[in-house]
């Protein structure tokens, strides 16, 4: 998982689930409803790595310039860091329903500034509104499920929307794909989201608030007349002492943190030294899960399989395929596996997997620039001396040009394959509308991101691998190590604070991905990814404590006394071992 909180649930949580909303479906009607802010969360982050592909087609300026091509993905994420911030307020403010409802407004008006986008620049203004709703999508939407679900199976009712996320992320690649062939392909890609957030505006419109956020708003009423319809009516008054006793103590525990701003509060709790090495352990495990370099998979997955040497759009979205449905298919395997081998244990395999895929990667890049086909000047004159690439024209020794000289030379350069076997001599020809139609009309292959390759499946085969490695232990554990490794009265000062720091880690990883790789190179980009995930290993392996079948109590003390790490143990119960664990 990429970004959003995710609460473990186990076996007989699930099965109690079933049962449950079996006899009640109003339950799973509230959880799904929300459910749809996770869907759309996902579904907007993935959806532009197939966009992009063709919005370069349309707008030749976007194809020549990297940074827009990044500032188009990025912006998104800026949005969600100030989506987020607001989010947090508005949900104290005007309550998760509410706010819910302005993240749909929000998504439907970016998908339809996007959809109908004359420039680059409307489409940014569109991911910036997207941007917004995703960042409160991701703060309100497993807090309202939270609030408006039943004890026993509310960590089962909170997963889906982390399901929900992943599966918005797979079928945004499924939509790209079924509109390659359509007139219009991008603007359909990215409109589409506009009818899920119709939907759920709809929905959400006859829901109630939570019962939790209007308990502290007073009206008790309506608190109890809802939480009526979650739990059995035997239950009800339990259920209300309990939200009682719970609202209470969180007041008490806000009167500790202090009054005055976030930066007062963040001040205070600074000065207690539990709260220092849980937050050094929370925003080490936030920043390590972007630095490994996963968002550049999910946003630019597409560009990547190109760059292996795969020209066709529609073959880079199929392929494409292949690291989304691993990526949700590894959520659900965290769930399992989570409380059973622990989460430190989980991240730092998980770190290994990681760190070697991305050195095999870059060895294997490294290998398809290497072994790039020749230029050959009869093939670049064949189309005419004007349709040559200049750099290759004025070149002192256009004889040692590869194609993988040939396209990064100059952002004007592209690469027409042999029309007998694409890994014989090609041309070199300037990247125009004009060429790329003669380059297609005699059948070749025109390529402007890699170059054809041998190795090219395999470096699909180890994305996939990489994706396998990633989703288990970092894409999830971070987020369960985020809601346990704080005092409790810190929880929301140290749960933003991780937050922010993985999606600003997330823009700058997203910002810069095909600079580096301009600069870089494929091969390079990723061993410097691989450099990050050893750094971020070494700091999880020091910092970050198993808090697996810990009480929030036990964690605390464990801090207090300070972590000492053991290579790949766990704590089976007490925090009072040899190790600190």
């Known amino acids: 998982m990429v970004e959003g909180g995710v609460v473990k649930a186990d076996k007989t949580e699930f099965l109690e689930c079933f049962k449950t909303t079996f006899r009640t479906p109003y339950i799973m009607r509230l959880a799904l409803s929300a459910g749809i ?3 759309l969360f996902g579904y907007d982050t993935g959806v532009i790595s197939g966009a992009l592909l063709y919005i370069k087609d349309d707008f030749e300026e976007v194809t020549k310039k990297t940074w827009l091509q ?9 949005g969600a860091i100030i989506g987020a911030a607001v989010g947090g307020w508005l949900n104290d403010k005007l309550g998760r329903k509410t706010t819910i409802l302005i993240a749909d407004v929000l998504f439907f008006i970016g998908a339809l500034v996007m959809a109908f986008a004359p420039s680059p620049a409307i489409i940014i203004v569109g991911r910036a509104f997207v941007g917004l709703g995703v960042g409160m999508a991701s703060m309100t939407a497993p807090l309202y499920i939270s609030e408006t679900s039943p004890t026993r199976i509310r960590g089962a009712l909170v997963s889906t929307n982390g399901l929900l996320i992943t599966g918005g992320q797979f079928l945004a690649y499924l939509i790209n794909l079924a509109f390659t062939q359509v007139k219009g392909t991008w603007r359909w890609m990215l409109g589409v989201a506009a009818v899920p957030a119709f939907i759920q ?10 019962p939790r956020w209007l308990y502290r708003k007073d009206n008790v009423s309506k608190a109890e007349a809802i939480l009526g319809r979650i739990y059995p009516s035997e239950q009800v008054e339990e259920e209300m002492n309990a939200l009682k006793q719970s609202v209470e103590n969180e007041l008490a525990q806000e009167g500790e943190i202090g009054k005055g701003s976030i930066f007062t509060k963040v001040k205070n709790a600074w000065g207690n030294q539990v709260f220092r090495r ?5 925003i080490t495990v936030q920043v390590a899960q972007q630095f490994v370099g996963i968002n550049t998979v999910m946003y630019y997955s597409p560009t990547i399989v190109q760059l292996a040497g795969f020209a066709s759009n529609k073959t880079a979205l199929a392929l494409s395929l292949i690291t989304s449905g691993l990526n949700a298919v590894g959520s659900i395997v965290s769930m399992t596996f989570v409380d059973r081998y622990g989460r430190r244990r989980l991240m730092i395999i998980s770190m290994f997997g990681i760190i070697i895929c991305l050195v095999v990667l870059a060895t294997v890049f490294y290998l398809a620039a290497a072994h790039a086909p020749q230029i050959s000047y009869y093939e670049s004159t064949h189309f005419g001396m004007n349709a040559t690439c200049p750099a290759y024209v004025k070149a002192p020794n256009p004889g040692a040009w590869n194609c993988m000289k040939c396209i990064r030379s100059d952002s004007d350069c592209a690469f027409c394959s042999n029309r007998g076997n694409e890994n014989h001599p090609g041309a070199c020809v300037s990247a125009t509308s004009v060429n790329k139609d003669a380059c297609h009309g005699e059948h070749r292959v025109y390529f402007t991101e890699g170059c054809p390759s041998k190795f090219g499946f395999l470096a699909v085969i180890l994305l996939g691998a990489y994706i396998i490695s990633y989703s288990p232990g970092m894409g999830t554990a971070p987020w369960i190590v985020n809601s346990e490794i704080y005092p409790l ?6 749960g933003g604070i991780a937050a922010v720091s993985n999606w600003s880690s997330n823009l700058i990883v997203s910002e810069t991905f095909l600079t ?5 190179g494929s091969s390079g980009t990723f061993l410097l990814f691989a450099g990050f995930s050893l750094i971020g290993l070494i700091f999880i392996y020091f910092l970050v404590p198993e808090t697996k079948g810990l009480h929030i109590e036990e964690v605390e003390q464990m801090l207090e006394k300070g972590f000492k790490p053991g290579l790949l143990k766990c704590s089976k119960s007490r925090p009072a071992t040899n190790d600190g664990q």
């Open 201 to 210: 505006f709809i929905l959400m419109l006859s829901l109630p608030e939570s």
């Open 70 to 78: 990044e500032t188009i993905v990025a912006t998104a994420v800026a």
């Open 37 to 39: 802010g996770g869907f």
């Open 516 to 520: 580096l790789t301009e600069h870089l």
């Open 278 to 282: 849980g937050i050094y352990a929370g």
């Open 489 to 494: 009265r810190y929880r929301g000062i140290g």
